[in-house]
Nanobody, 124 residues
């Protein structure tokens, strides 16, 4: 089992920045691929970014590419999502997820474990 805890969400004005963190605990000896997803009210959960177990592969949703950066520190069992140039449409609950295969990609079904989420609100 792996437990994931997100932090770093909050309220920010459009154009601002936030950095989300996702700390993993439990069975972290396995090399997990990690991903970030988000869900806005009344909308389906959508892919934001993914990183492979060693950081060699990264993928981003078109809507965030060039503004968001996913990274990881395996020694700290932590994954980050740096979000710059935030827009009101980025407002959502952001979820961290782990894939035991080492790479989860864009599909939420590929991920085995999920955090509880952290709220990000961008005001116009």
């Amino acid at each position: 089992q792996v437990q994931l805890v997100e932090s770093g969400g909050g309220l920010v004005q459009a154009g601002g920045s936030l950095r989300l963190s996702c700390a993993a605990s439990g069975r972290t000896s396995i090399s997990y691929g990690m991903g970030w997803f988000r869900q806005a009210p009344g909308k389906e959960r959508e892919f934001v970014a993914a990183i492979s177990w060693n950081g060699g592969l990264r993928n981003y949703a078109v809507s965030v590419k060039g503004r968001f950066t996913i990274s990881r520190e395996n020694g700290k069992n932590t994954v980050y999502l740096q979000m710059n140039s935030l827009k009101p449409e980025d407002t959502a609950v952001y979820y961290c997820a782990a894939a035991s295969s080492g790479w989860g990609g864009t599909q939420w079904l590929a991920y085995n474990y999920w955090g509880q989420g952290t709220q990000v609100t961008v005001s116009s």
